[in-house]
């Protein structure tokens, strides 16, 4: 529990619904304390680059203390949050020229150490990492979110659903598609 004010926020919710009474850049420091790292780490998947990565960080940050009221509490703070620097990322990347495009990287050591979550995802976890991080940078940011945020970051359907605001049919289809299309890129350019 913190103490700022001599007001006590025991949850995220709390104090986001206070910074966005007030308006208050102290509030938002606290906030901005408890994220920093996680929003860096996570635009560092996107930008090979640190100082890249701290850019965007600040920009997610930004954009946040301006977009804070549309936080709705349908999900928890963090996983809006989530979606929120995963947006900004994707859309960084999509306005972005080809050059920066092929810059991103992620660490996908991750991956190797996936458990199977169904046959057909077998074959998509003997590809081989070097060659799986050349695939990933050759489709397109939606598809390489979803992988990820299914694949290195671990999130459940149910999360991977409050992420997106899309419903669990289409995140398991989404995943399905953005699968086979790695698969067909992988095996038709890498092998």
Not at 15 to 44: G, P, Q, S
């Amino acid at each position: 529990m913190k103490t700022l004010n001599n007001i006590d926020y025991k949850s995220d919710e709390d104090l986001v619904r206070d910074i966005v009474k007030t308006n208050d850049t102290l509030l938002f420091e606290e906030l901005y304390d408890r994220y920093a790292m996680l929003v860096y780490n996570k635009c560092y998947g996107f930008a090979k680059d640190s100082d890249e990565a701290k850019d965007l960080t600040q920009d997610v940050f930004l954009k946040l203390f301006v977009k804070l009221a549309s936080f709705k509490e349908k999900s928890k703070f963090s996983t809006w949050l989530y979606a929120f620097t995963y947006n900004h990322c994707v859309n960084y990347v999509t306005r972005n020229t080809a050059k920066k495009f092929e810059k991103q990287s992620v660490d996908y050591t991750d991956i190797e150490n996936l458990s199977e979550d169904d046959d057909d995802d077998h074959s998509f976890l003997e590809m081989k990492v070097d060659k799986l991080k050349i695939a990933l940078d050759m489709i397109s940011p939606d598809e390489k979110m979803i992988l990820l945020l299914k694949y290195q970051d671990l999130l459940s359907i149910k999360e991977i659903e409050d992420v997106l605001s899309i419903g669990e049919s289409a995140v398991k289809m989404r995943i399905k598609r953005a699968k086979d299309k790695l698969k067909a890129v992988y095996n038709n350019n890498l092998n």
